[in-house]
């Protein structure tokens, strides 16, 4: 067996053993509810050792947020890149990021206002797609070494989590023992759209010094 066969196989053995626990752990929240799941029962459901559970994800909130999250990056990033040439970059950005992130599903609009540790790990989830979009951003440039599609994809990354964060914050519910709990409240389209717009004047100069690049 080659090299790169083996590390093929361990790459796909580790994302099983991810894709194993973030099942786990939201199946085993949506049962009992969020705050009455262990790491060690996360583990046990996974056929892992809380050990192994330890090395993909810090925290039960982690792993319960990439299940609802899964594969959302890799999507944003993947239409992104996929967008007809004689499309303005910033809009494919905004139609990705709204396409995705609109609308979200009574699983996750329960979980991540269910309490505080679950809201931050998904506030906190938006990062993941910084990575991606650079590289979709990059491939749309014509620009893979310079940090200017790494610095556009931190900052509407930034903005999503701006969004996010003013969404899930816009309304507390501070009745008696809910524990101030945050309620998703406002339209988050319309928060996204407003987080990313300022951003615009920056990826229109960026494509056009790649225009400019590509016919001198």
């Known amino acids: 067996m080659t090299t790169t066969r083996r590390t093929g196989l361990r790459e796909q053995k580790k994302r099983a053993t991810r894709v194993a626990l973030r099942e786990a752990a939201l199946g085993l929240a949506l049962e009992r509810g969020p705050d009455n799941v262990r790491v060690d029962d996360i583990a046990e459901a ?22 609802i999250t899964a ?52 506030l906190e989830a938006a990062t993941e797609i910084e990575h991606p ?4 951003i990059g491939l749309r440039l014509g620009d ?35 524990g101030g709990l945050v309620i998703a409240s406002g339209s988050l389209p319309d928060l996204l759209r407003a987080t990313i717009a300022p951003l615009a004047p920056a990826i229109d100069a960026a494509e056009e010094r790649s225009r400019q690049a590509r016919s001198g």
């Open 46 to 67: 996974a056929g892992v050792s809380p050990r192994t559970y330890n090395n993909y994800f810090s925290s039960r909130e982690q792993a319960i947020v990439a299940a």
């Open 144 to 178: 893979t070494t310079t940090p200017t599609a790494r610095v556009l994809a931190a900052s509407v990354a930034a903005a999503v989590r701006i969004a996010l964060h003013q969404w899930l914050g816009a309304t507390i519910d501070r009745s008696a023992g809910n």
């Open 71 to 122: 594969e959302r990056e890799a999507r944003i990033a993947a239409e992104v890149a996929a967008a007809p040439a004689e499309d303005r970059l910033a809009d494919a950005l905004t139609d990705a990021i709204l396409t995705r992130y609109t609308e979200p599903g009574d699983t996750e609009r329960f979980l991540i206002t269910a309490s505080p540790p679950l809201r931050d790990a998904f």
């Open 133 to 136: 979009l650079a590289d979709a």
